[in-house]
């Protein structure tokens, strides 16, 4: 759907402002002269705020596309004045209607070049919308920062009337989705399941497992001195060994290794040798 214009409304007053700068009634009657989009275009800011990136919340809300002036009668001091006031018209884009519609940035503050392009003219140079309360229907004046010689002037309390304009499907899925993870938030978890108790062991498993732990304990109690007994046994064993290998060695070293047998007598008084 192509943006639609919204209608003029005002954007700045001449005259004084609470802080005691003032507002040239020249600067106004320059920029409903001399603007046009088409020599520099005023872009919708938000706060005054110009980010590089093409993302919410610092990018451009739409455009300035006409500026006119005109007088109106402004209540001061319990006193009627005349003032000239710069009305403007916009193309917002989807999101900033929403906003506005929401009752949000409600405040528009006009950011103006004193001496645009060494012209001796002012211009404008950027729209701002705002949250801070107007004061006489204007705010302090604030200057740019870097001295770019751009002037920040009064908020205004802005309706911006457009027909046929619809917030994005995708901004209303934000929103949408943001008071459901609210709601979620705010919401009582539910109860925690309680924890299913677990089933007693059968008695006679309890005491055939207390049997084994007794015996365990028992054996492990004893240990120390099975294995001093077994110690001591073998001491023994190994001392009865060597003993009887010592007799046996005497025993054999008394024995004469050339000896030798008798022959056997064999028939008729012969004599016959024998291996054995």
């Known amino acids: 759907m192509p943006a639609t214009a919204s209608k003029f409304f005002r954007v700045a007053v001449e005259g004084d402002t609470s802080d005691g700068r003032k507002i040239d009634r020249k600067w106004i009657e320059d920029m409903a002269a001399t603007y046009n989009p088409a020599t520099y275009a005023a872009r919708i800011n938000c706060e005054h705020l110009r980010g590089f990136s093409p993302e919410k919340p610092f990018f451009s809300y739409g455009d300035v596309t006409a500026l006119k002036a005109e007088e109106i009668d402004l209540e001061l001091g319990g006193k009627m004045e005349k003032r000239l006031a710069l009305l403007a018209q916009i193309v917002p884009n989807a999101e900033f209607a929403r906003i506005n519609k929401a009752g949000q940035k409600v405040f528009t503050s006009i950011e103006v070049n004193s001496n645009f392009a060494n012209t001796g003219k002012a211009y404008l140079v950027g729209l701002a919308c705002t949250d801070s309360p107007a004061s006489l229907g204007t705010e302090r004046l604030e200057f740019a920062a870097k001295g ?4 920040f002037t009064p908020a205004l309390e802005t309706s911006i009337e457009v027909e046929g304009l619809e917030p994005a499907s995708e901004a209303s899925a934000i929103v949408a989705g943001f008071k459901a993870l609210v709601a979620a938030f705010g919401a009582k978890p539910a109860p925690a399941p309680e924890p299913k108790p677990a089933e007693p062991a059968p008695a006679n498993d309890n ?3 207390a049997t084994q732990l ?3 304990g028992a054996a492990l109690t004893a240990l120390p001195d099975t294995l001093a007994k077994m110690a001591a046994a073998s001491e023994t064993s190994t001392a009865k060994v060597a003993a009887d290998l010592a007799a046996l060695t005497a025993k054999l ?11 056997a007598p064999g028939p008729k008084g012969a004599f016959t040798a024998t291996d054995c």
């Open 253 to 263: 070293g008394n024995t004469d290794a050339d000896a030798a047998r008798k022959p």
């Open 207 to 209: 005491a055939q497992l």
């Open 148 to 151: 770019s010689g751009n002037i």
């Open 214 to 216: 007794t015996a365990i």
